[in-house]
């Protein structure tokens, strides 16, 4: 497979630029009600889970459960792949829908999250919206890096980045590097994505 897929139509052109999502820095001093936030959140248990199955023939699907936070990857309607995700967080809320891969993009970079980095190097602020952050003078924006991208709505996409188990970024489907990978590489343009959002099962 090739390291880099890009696949651009005329109808997609302008989703090129619209950003997804970034990573949630250690570092959060510049936004401390997210924090307090993440302290609340509820915790998924993480896992990683790769077999690919060689008799395993067919379509393949993506399925995405914001309410349990996991992804799974099927071939033929056999479970090849299943992990531990992070959709986005309170205000950037991932939208369930059922749509389909329609951009492969190996070395992603944001357009709109990212940081303010100083002329020397220093990172002046993280997880900044370039849209609503003013930027520092004499800094630069540099765009949040975003992996292993695969777009299947707007500025929605699946990509490697850090996964802490609760919802935690600006709407992208986060999973781990090892993962991210494997859904990339087995992916397909078109391929269908189902992001769904069942209740919650209240144990009496």
């Not at 690919?52 to 995405?64: Q, R």
């Not at 190996?106 to 602020?125: A, D, F, K, P, T």
């Amino acid at each position: 497979m090739n390291s880099l897929v890009r696949y651009s139509f005329p109808m997609l052109l302008p989703l090129v630029f619209i950003a997804g999502c970034t990573e949630l820095p250690a570092d959060v001093g510049v936004h401390p009600h997210r924090t307090a936030q993440a302290r609340r959140a509820s915790h998924h248990p993480a896992f990683e889970r790769w077999q690919d199955e060689p008799s395993a023939h067919g379509e393949g699907k993506i399925v995405v459960n914001l309410t349990t936070q996991q992804a799974f990857f099927y071939r033929g309607g056999v479970l090849i792949g299943r992990t531990t995700i992070s959709s986005g967080r309170r205000d950037f809320e991932t939208p369930p829908g059922k749509y389909r891969v329609i951009q492969k993009d190996l070395h992603h970079v944001s357009s709109e999250y990212g940081q303010y980095v100083s002329r020397g190097g220093s990172v002046l602020m993280h997880d900044v919206d370039r849209n609503q952050d003013e930027c520092p003078r004499g800094a630069h924006f540099v765009g949040a890096s975003m992996p292993y991208f695969l777009r299947f709505t707007g500025g929605y996409g699946m990509h490697a980045g850090l996964v802490p188990r609760f919802r935690a970024s600006h709407g992208c489907i986060r999973l781990p590097p090892t993962m991210a990978k494997h859904f990339y590489e087995a992916a397909e343009i078109g391929m269908p994505v189902e992001v769904i959002e069942p209740p919650t099962m209240v144990q009496r």
